[in-house]
T-cell receptor, first 111, second 115 residues
Framework: QKEVEQNSGPLSVPEGAIASLNCTYS??????FFWYRQYSGKSPELIMF????GDKEDGRFTAQLNKASQYVSLLIRDSQPSDSATYLC???????????FGTGTRLKVLA | DAGVIQSPRHEVTEMGQEVTLRCKPI?????LFWYRQTMMRGLELLIY????????DSGMPEDRFSAKMPNASFSTLKIQPSEPRDSAVYFC?????????????FGDGTRLSIL
């Protein structure tokens, strides 16, 4: 059974700080990695994806991938209260369109 | 552009009744996914279709659940008979086909309550 693991949190950070969210996965053949944000009562919304080892930046968000260690992380710089949500890591099972989602990390940004 | 459209947004029904959830994927997307989300189990894939053909239904919990995709712009998820443990939020998502690296885009979900 392929797995994706995240710390459920809550992760509390003060406004303006960097929030660091981590995800580990078991399928060594996985090639792509997605981060979704889900506000309470809403649907998951894609915010970042990464395919290659290293860092990928998009505005205040940076995704980091280390395939050798099988982890992917999401950094949120200058965290805002509006970033408070659950962040889901999703990893397609190698060779399929089937995503495995982590259980999500709940982030709280304190004003 | 319209996103993934699901209906109804909320459904409350009594145990034993048939429930039908509907989904219209994003135009041009060839892959469609049905998920169920609960507090206890998180987001679980129930079934996915590629070019209207069911590819993997291993996540469908029981024979009470069935899904169809009669054409590229419509899919249904049916529960018959429904049970209280089916209460959850059901999401439909779609993605373009071509490579496995395409992101999935979610609809707003159907919040289902079985009394």
């Amino acid at each position: 059974q392929k797995e994706v693991e995240q710390n459920s949190g809550p992760l509390s950070v003060p406004e303006g700080a960097i929030a660091s969210l981590n995800c580990t996965y078991s399928d060594r053949g996985s090639q792509s990695f997605f981060w979704y944000r889900q506000y309470s009562g809403k649907s998951p919304e894609l915010i970042m994806f990464i395919y290659s080892n290293g860092d990928k930046e998009d505005g205040r968000f940076t995704a980091q991938l280390n395939k050798a260690s099988q982890y992917v992380s999401l950094l949120i710089r200058d965290s805002q209260p509006s970033d408070s949500a659950t962040y889901l890591c999703a990893v397609p099972t190698s060779g399929t369109y089937k995503y495995i989602f982590g259980t999500g990390t709940r982030l709280k940004v304190l004003a | 552009d319209a996103g993934v459209i699901q209906s109804p947004r909320h459904e409350v029904t009594e145990m034993g009744q048939e429930v039908t959830l509907r989904c219209k994927p994003i135009s041009g997307h060839n892959s469609l996914f049905w998920y169920r989300q609960t507090m206890m189990r998180g987001l679980e894939l129930l079934i996915y279709f590629n070019n209207n053909v069911p590819i993997d239904d291993s996540g469908m919990p029981e024979d009470r659940f069935s899904a169809k995709m009669p054409n590229a712009s419509f899919s249904t998820l049916k529960i018959q008979p429904s049970e209280p443990r089916d209460s959850a939020v059901y999401f439909c998502a779609s993605s373009p086909t071509g490579t496995i690296n395409q992101p999935q885009h979610f609809g707003d979900g159907t919040r289902l309550s079985i009394l």
